[in-house]
């Protein structure tokens, strides 16, 4: 019964255009599909552009509000490929998200196994919580009076996100950068800021790693791992995987689907199809699963050095800002 209402919302079939045993299963109520559509959208995280949830909720930002509180309730992975969407929208960085997922697991007492296996590996990448330290948190947190605590709950918890890893083929994108946030910059930020401003996003290994780091652990620029159909990847011994529990959620089961079949010789491209699924979806899988560690990038596209960067580094950065010789960790 669910599984055919949620497949005439994938395929975004209009209330007017359902087949008659499926509207059936709705009671013959266009407000009961309604609801399902916002279940569904939220639950596996759709853009709100080009889903059918836009005929139904027509504030896109209350959408994307209620979407990111679900997501940390369900203890999900943050949503990486709407991160144009929620980070410049309404400036909520991975970070501050896996902040407050740890929070609601510290304030509800919850066993650290509570986080699904991938949400706990990026929240010890992001913010250096695993196990020991999780416990560690609980017990202070347990002193702490009953007044204000979810306040001081925060107040225990890492204020700025740890140096990542980063490859040079990555892409720096501008967050949501306010007036307020510029002044404190020293000149070299702010031409970085400009930059990006200017010309958008730019390739990571183009530009001053110093600048990147200090405007990452701001919160004003966050990364993208852009990857395409015709890519190929490797996935080595796996470091920092945390075994936790299994979700079940949509994204999870897909990473385990293309964990147990990625292959080094096998495109992006061919092992959705080997897979029969979207191919957008898949490329999410493979981001993170660079993003995290566990999957290096076989052909990682050339860096283009932006020209407005050579034209600069002569007075804002070093000359090791272009060279091969780009830190790995930002």
Request: hydrophobic share 40%; with cysteine; proline share 8%.
């Given at each position: 019964m669910e599984d055919e209402i949620n497949?005439?919302?994938?395929?975004?079939?209009?209330?007017?255009?359902?087949?008659?045993?499926v509207k059936k299963l709705l009671n013959d109520s266009p407000?009961?599909?309604e609801r399902c559509i916002l279940d569904f959208s939220i639950k596996n995280q759709l853009r709100f552009r080009g889903s059918l949830v836009r005929s139904v909720r027509k504030d896109e930002r209350k959408y994307y509000e209620m979407l990111v509180q679900s997501s940390i309730q369900r203890l999900m992975l943050y949503p990486y490929h709407l991160a144009d969407m929620i980070v410049k929208g309404l400036r909520i960085t991975p970070f501050i998200y896996y902040i407050e997922v740890v929070a609601l697991l510290i304030e509800t007492e919850k066993s650290y196994d509570t986080m699904p296996n991938f949400t706990a590996a990026?929240?010890?990448?992001?913010?250096?919580?695993?196990?020991n330290e999780y416990l560690e948190l609980v017990a202070k947190a347990r002193s702490l009076g009953r007044r204000g605590r979810s306040k001081a709950i925060r107040g225990l918890?890492?204020?700025?996100?740890?140096?990542?890893?980063?490859?040079?083929?990555?892409?720096?994108?501008?967050?949501?950068?306010?007036?307020?946030?510029?002044?404190?910059?020293?000149?070299?930020?702010?031409?970085?800021?400009?930059?990006?401003?200017?010309?958008?996003?730019?390739?990571?290994?183009?530009?001053?790693?110093?600048?990147?780091?200090?405007?990452?652990?701001?919160?004003?620029?966050?990364l993208d791992v852009p990857i395409t159909g015709a890519d190929k990847v490797s996935v080595p011994p796996l470091k920092g995987f945390v075994m936790n529990r299994i979700a079940g959620d949509y994204f999870e089961t897909l990473l385990y689907k293309?964990?147990?079949s990625i292959d080094e010789h096998t495109s992006v491209a061919e092992l959705a199809s080997v897979l029969q699924v979207d191919a957008s979806l898949v490329k999410q899988a493979v981001s993170l699963y660079c993003r995290l560690g566990f999957a290096e990038h076989l052909q990682p596209p050339p860096r283009q050095p932006s020209p407005r960067l050579l034209d600069e580094r002569h007075h804002h950065?070093?000359?090791?800002?272009?060279?091969?010789?780009?830190?790995?960790?930002?």
């Open positions: 497949e005439c919302i994938r395929k975004k079939i209009q209330w007017t255009q359902l087949p008659g045993n407000k009961e599909y990026d929240c010890l990448r992001l913010l250096g919580i695993g196990r918890l890492p204020r700025v996100p740890l140096n990542i890893p980063m490859q040079p083929w990555w892409r720096v994108e501008l967050g949501y950068v306010l007036e307020e946030d510029v002044k404190p910059l020293n000149e070299s930020e702010k031409s970085l800021i400009d930059l990006l401003i200017d010309r958008g996003s730019q390739t990571a290994g183009t530009l001053d790693y110093n600048l990147v780091k200090s405007l990452y652990r701001r919160g004003l620029v966050y293309v964990f147990v950065a070093p000359a090791s800002s272009v060279s091969p010789n780009y830190p790995f960790v930002v």
